[in-house]
């Protein structure tokens, strides 16, 4: 079983950086698959980010390219997300999630979820 607890969400004014943490206890991620998600009010839970068990690969939403960074060490078995030029669309509660599967965007991918930490960017 593994647990996955969220931090470093928060206010921020549009333009402005947070940088979020998925730390996973229980078992450790060197083979999971990671991956960020987001929710906003009313609308249905989104991939935002999504990083491969090695770090090799990742993959982003075409709405965060080039803001937002993925990357994890599994020797802290700890994943990050490095939000840039933050906008009030981003507005959402994020979440982190691990599987031993196939990497890719589809939440079904991936077992094991965080309660999630709220990100609001004032415009």
């Known amino acids: 079983q593994v647990q996955l607890v969220e931090s470093g969400g928060g206010l921020v004014q549009a333009g402005g950086s947070l940088r979020l943490s998925c730390a996973a206890s229980?078992?450790?991620?060197?083979?999971?698959?990671m991956g960020w998600f987001r929710q906003a009010p009313g609308k249905g839970r989104e991939v935002v980010a999504a990083i491969s068990w090695s770090g090799g690969s990742t993959l982003f939403a075409d709405s965060v390219k080039g803001r937002f960074t993925i990357s994890r060490s599994n020797a802290k078995n700890t994943m990050y997300l490095q939000m840039n030029s933050l906008k009030p669309e981003d507005t959402a509660v994020y979440y982190c999630?691990?599987?031993?599967?196939?990497?890719?965007?589809?939440?079904?991918?991936?077992?094991?979820w965080g309660q999630g930490t709220q990100v609001t960017v004032s415009s």
């Open positions: 229980g078992r450790t991620l060197w083979s999971y698959n």
């Open positions: 999630a691990a599987g031993p599967s196939h990497y890719g965007a589809e939440a079904d991918l991936y077992d094991y």
